[in-house]
C-alpha cells in the first residue's frame, strides 16, 4: 500500500526493499533519544529484519515508511489503545538526521492521520513529545494537532526527569 502526498513523500507499507536502508537510518542515537526506550540502539540489522516482518501481519497496516524522493526518511505509525481506551490510537513518527528540516514530518503527519481515520474507527489520535523535543512539538502544531495536556515529571531518559507534552487530534476536529 502506498498512500501518495506531495512534494515525493509517499507513506508506504515496510517491506524488503526498506531492509538494507532502515538499519544504518535509524542507529543514530539523535533518534533514539527522542523516541521510547523500546526503539533499540544500537539499531542493528536484526533490529530492522524484526521491524518489517513484525509490520506485515497488520491490515489495514498501522505503520508505514516514510519515502522521499524514493528513499527512504523515516517511520511513521500508531498503536491502538487497549480495553477501554480503544477509542485511542498513540501516534509516533521519526525523520533520519538528512531529511529534517524539509517538511518531510509535518507532512506525512497529515497524510498519516487522514489515513488513520479513514481505516480505523477510532475518536481520537494522540502523540507524547519529551520536553526537550521542540521539533516534534512543531511539527504536530503544523499538522493540526493542539495541546492538551503536560504530564510533570512524566518521564526519564539518560537519567533526567522531564515533562511530557501531549497532542491531541479528536475526529471531527481535523484542520
Given at each position: 500500500?502506498?498512500?501518495?502526498?506531495?512534494?515525493?513523500?509517499?507513506?508506504?507499507?515496510?517491506?524488503?526493499?526498506?531492509?538494507?536502508?532502515l538499519y544504518p537510518l535509524a542507529n543514530n542515537p539523535k533518534i533514539a533519544?527522542?523516541?521510547?526506550?523500546?526503539?533499540?540502539?544500537?539499531?542493528?540489522?536484526?533490529?530492522?529484519?524484526?521491524?518489517?516482518?513484525h509490520n506485515q501481519k497488520f491490515n489495514p497496516p498501522q505503520n508505514f515508511a516514510i519515502e522521499f524522493e524514493g528513499r527512504l526518511a523515516g517511520s511513521i505509525g500508531?498503536?491502538?489503545?487497549?480495553?477501554?481506551?480503544?477509542?485511542n490510537m498513540e501516534l509516533g513518527f521519526w525523520i533520519g538526521e538528512p531529511f529534517t528540516g524539509k517538511g518531510i514530518a509535518t507532512e506525512s503527519v497529515k497524510l498519516f492521520t487522514k489515513y488513520i481515520f479513514e481505516k480505523f474507527e477510532i475518536q481520537r489520535i494522540y502523540a507524547q513529545v519529551y520536553d526537550y523535543n521542540g521539533s516534534s512539538m512543531n511539527?504536530?502544531?503544523?499538522a493540526g494537532y493542539v495541546?492538551?495536556?503536560?504530564?510533570?515529571?512524566?518521564?526519564?531518559?539518560?537519567?533526567?526527569?522531564?515533562?511530557?507534552?501531549?497532542?491531541?487530534m479528536?475526529?471531527?476536529?481535523?484542520a
Open positions: 500500500m502506498v498512500i501518495t502526498g506531495e512534494r515525493q513523500i509517499n507513506l508506504v507499507t515496510w517491506n524488503e526493499a526498506h531492509f538494507h536502508q533519544m527522542n523516541l521510547k526506550d523500546s526503539f533499540p540502539q544500537p539499531y542493528t540489522i536484526h533490529d530492522a529484519r524484526h521491524w518489517i516482518e500508531a498503536e491502538r489503545g487497549k480495553a477501554e481506551l480503544r477509542t511539527v504536530l502544531e503544523k495541546p492538551e495536556a503536560i504530564l510533570k515529571k512524566a518521564f526519564i531518559k539518560n537519567n533526567t526527569v522531564g515533562d511530557l507534552f501531549q497532542y491531541v479528536v475526529r471531527g476536529e481535523t
